[in-house]
């Protein structure tokens, strides 16, 4: 199956500040990429679709301009999480698909404090 | 909205068998039947998919009832790292925008 990464894996930040979380498809080209969200004791949320050389799809609910999405390369989409509050505090995973198949990364935990 | 329904937990001794059931009474023809689980602070793992045959592989078996309007995922010798949250979805045949639902959290004791 295909290696997804995650970088940071884990991140502390001050309220107000951004941050970045960067997705790496390891083994192979991924024109889409995923990006979901996971609250304490819950199910994952789809955020929005990231698609390499276009605008990211936002699922309903999610302010596209507070989560930046960029997919520059067949291999790396970045989540930038703008001016983040504590509410932003999450688990944030994405995904890549590839052989027919759909693969996870191993998720980064974003605390703001 | 997920597609599915499943038992919000379930325990399993270790070494017995877990079964763990899913509802897709509204399942489409183009739609397959994906389990994935999720161990605490992971991301989730593909475990097993299938259309309507039923499936096995190194992890699982997947039993889909002939109408289709439910399955049952199998591991036939659970240990306490199986222990997890278990996703039950249903998606389109190319298809990968995945929505999950609550999962059956799993609980393997020894």
């Known amino acids: 199956g295909a290696v997804v990464s995650q970088h940071p894996s884990w991140v502390i930040c001050k309220s107000g500040t951004s941050v970045k979380i960067e997705c790496r498809s390891l083994?192979?080209?991924?024109?889409?990429m995923f990006w979901y969200r996971q609250f304490p004791k819950q199910s994952l949320m789809l955020m929005a679709t990231?698609?390499?050389?276009?605008?990211?799809?936002?699922e309903q609910g999610v302010e596209k301009d507070k989560f930046l999405i960029n997919h520059a390369s067949l291999t790396l989409s970045t989540l930038t999480v703008t001016s983040a509050h504590p509410e932003d505090s999450s688990f944030y995973i994405c995904?890549?698909?590839?052989?027919?198949?759909?693969?996870f990364g191993p998720g980064t935990r974003l605390t703001v404090l | 909205d997920a597609k599915t329904t499943q038992p919000t937990s379930m325990d399993c001794a270790e070494g017995r068998a877990a079964n763990l059931p899913c509802n897709h009474s509204?399942?489409?023809?183009?739609?397959?039947v994906y389990w994935y689980r999720q161990i605490h602070s992971q991301g989730p793992q593909y475990i097993i998919h299938?259309?309507?045959n039923n499936e096995t592989n190194e992890m699982a078996s997947l039993i889909i009832t002939e109408d289709r309007k439910s399955s049952t995922l199998i591991l036939p010798h659970a240990t306490l790292r199986d222990t997890a949250v278990y996703y039950c979805?249903?998606?389109?045949?190319?298809?990968?925008?995945?929505?999950f639902g609550a999962g059956t959290r799993l609980f393997v004791k020894a």
């Open positions: 979805i249903v998606r389109p045949t190319g298809g990968f925008k995945t929505i």
């Open positions: 990231s698609n390499e050389g276009s605008k990211a799809t936002y």
């Open positions: 083994d192979f080209q991924a024109t889409t």
């Open positions: 995904s890549v698909t590839g052989d027919g198949e759909q693969f």
């Open positions: 299938g259309l309507k």
């Open positions: 509204t399942i489409s023809g183009n739609e397959y």
